[in-house]
């Protein structure tokens, strides 16, 4: 019997270094819970002195990834030296030397997990990432387990805090998107590359995790539709906030039994008493709805060292009981169905779509028998200003196929009287149906 559990950590960078905290802060706590104690051994990174410098003598430091992954006396590969990779070769090669592994990368799971899971099956030992989507908040293991018995319908989640906390500012403070940006990039919120963030990469994959886990079947990062919010306008945030709406960069997953699973992330209007329409600024929230359960929403921090050091230790905590009871891998794959994709002809939802119009008789006509040609229903519409000579007008449609919309949009792009479809923004409201 061995007096304590060894840990291997790659990465000792911002969560990294909150893991290596967390455990030291609480190990007298830890122990107790797990029935041993858990040690850092070894940790990896680029620069072993530096390191040193940082978290004192007590750890061995190494340059060297194949010193923790070839180790026969590491129990657990901690990895958290994100991207792709070698983060995917260090997995693969964990498994292969029968480690178990904790990862927070997101990245990783979305692209390689189809790959990664039956290499830890093979080997008998766990494979946890709780931290690659939303940070601290648990939303991955109770998907798993609390929830197993529920046939889920829905997920649907603010799953970036950069975003989030970008929309809060223009809705709250009434700043335009480039101005805000400046600021989340300033506060250390945003990166100076925001693409994968603003362009809503970051949520697609957390997403693809998300469903994949919820419906019990393999999502790829190609099956997402994806639209960032680097065209919401604050006309958008005016016009949401008088019709009764907040507008949220929503992944929303969602398995209709009839007509397949459909994916996507995309800035949408909620009700304002819907709870999701309520989490501002750097938060993350994942609402749930299961057959059994009802609706459930989980709320926390979803970013930052130490909300997502505990989601990371959370794991380590969770497969070093399983080994010390010789239970590894004892949730396998959840992924065991294969359930097609519903076809952008039947995925609908109601739709907030902005253009600006030339202001003369007929217009409105000719832009309702476009929406009319292709089926797309009218339920409101509203003109409250002019913008350079030409009327803004707001539509909002009952739900409308994907597919239905898209021609709409083309045949409006080309009529003589509409001078620009400036926004588009899907709606999720019962009420619209």
């Known amino acids: 019997m061995k007096d304590f559990i060894n840990v291997g950590l790659l990465g000792a960078g911002t969560v990294g270094g909150g893991v290596i905290h967390v455990l030291e802060r609480n190990?007298?706590?830890?122990?107790?819970?797990?029935?041993?104690?858990?040690?850092?051994?070894?940790i990896f990174g680029r620069e072993a002195a530096s390191l040193a410098a940082v978290y004192g003598d007590g750890y061995y430091y190494t340059t060297n990834a194949d010193e923790i992954l070839e180790d026969p006396e590491i129990d657990i590969v901690v990895e958290l030296i994100g991207r792709?990779?070698?983060?995917?070769?260090?997995?693969?090669?964990?498994?292969?030397?029968?480690?178990?592994?904790?990862?927070a990368n997101k990245d990783v799971l979305a692209k390689y997990g189809a790959e990664l899971f039956p290499l830890a099956?093979?080997?008998?030992?766990?494979?946890?990432?709780?931290?690659?989507?939303?940070?601290?908040i648990p939303i991955l293991q109770p998907m798993k387990t609390s929830l197993a018995a529920n046939k889920i319908s829905s997920v649907m989640g603010i799953v970036n805090g950069t975003t989030n906390y970008m929309l809060t500012k223009m809705s709250k403070e009434h700043?335009?998107?480039?101005?805000?940006?400046?600021?989340?990039q300033a506060k250390g919120y945003?990166?100076?590359?925001?693409?994968?963030?603003?362009?809503?990469?970051?949520?697609?994959?957390?997403?693809?995790?998300?469903a994949?886990?919820?419906?019990?079947?393999?999502?790829?990062?190609?099956?997402?539709?994806?639209?960032?919010?680097?065209?919401?306008?604050?006309?958008?945030?005016e016009y949401a906030e008088k019709l009764g709406y907040a507008i949220k960069l929503l992944a929303v997953a969602k398995n209709d039994p009839e007509n397949g699973i459909s994916v996507c992330v995309r800035p949408t209007?909620?009700?304002?008493?819907?709870?999701?329409?309520?989490?501002n600024d750097v938060y993350n929230a994942i609402f749930v709805t299961g057959d059994a359960v009802g609706e459930a929403m989980f709320m926390g921090l979803g970013a930052g060292r130490y909300p997502t050091a505990s989601a990371v230790c959370g794991d380590i905590i969770d497969a070093a009981r399983n080994l010390i009871h010789h239970e590894g891998n004892r949730i396998n794959c959840t992924c065991f169905e294969e359930k097609r994709m519903c076809s952008i002809e039947n995925m609908c939802a109601p739709c907030y779509i902005r253009m600006e119009v030339t202001d003369q008789p007929g217009a409105l006509a000719a832009i309702a028998a476009a929406?009319?040609?292709?089926?797309?229903?009218?339920?409101?519409?509203?003109?409250?200003?002019?913008?350079?000579?030409?009327?803004?007008?707001?539509?909002?449609?009952?739900?409308?196929?994907?597919?239905?919309?898209?021609?709409?949009?083309?045949?409006?792009?080309v009529l003589p009287v509409v001078k620009e479809v400036c926004s588009i923004i899907r709606v999720e409201d019962n009420e619209l149906k």
């Open 175 to 184: 700043m335009d998107y480039d101005e805000v940006l400046k600021e989340a």
């Open 121 to 136: 099956e093979a080997a008998g030992r766990d494979f946890m990432f709780e931290a690659s989507v939303a940070g601290g």
């Open 84 to 103: 792709e990779h070698p983060a995917k070769e260090f997995i693969a090669k964990a498994f292969e030397n029968g480690k178990s592994v904790v990862t």
């Open 27 to 42: 190990a007298a706590d830890i122990e107790k819970k797990v029935g041993m104690p858990i040690k850092i051994t070894k």
């Open 371 to 413: 929406f009319g040609a292709q089926n797309v229903s009218l339920r409101s519409v509203v003109q409250s200003r002019s913008v350079n000579g030409c009327a803004e007008l707001v539509f909002i449609t009952h739900s409308v196929s994907e597919f239905n919309l898209q021609m709409a949009l083309q045949i409006l792009k």
């Open 212 to 237: 994949s886990i919820a419906f019990n079947t393999r999502i790829t990062l190609d099956d997402v539709q994806i639209e960032g919010i680097q065209n919401v306008g604050i006309q958008d945030i």
């Open 190 to 210: 945003a990166e100076s590359d925001p693409t994968a963030d603003v362009g809503g990469l970051d949520a697609a994959r957390k997403a693809v995790i998300l």
């Open 269 to 279: 209007m909620l009700p304002k008493s819907h709870p999701l329409a309520n989490v």
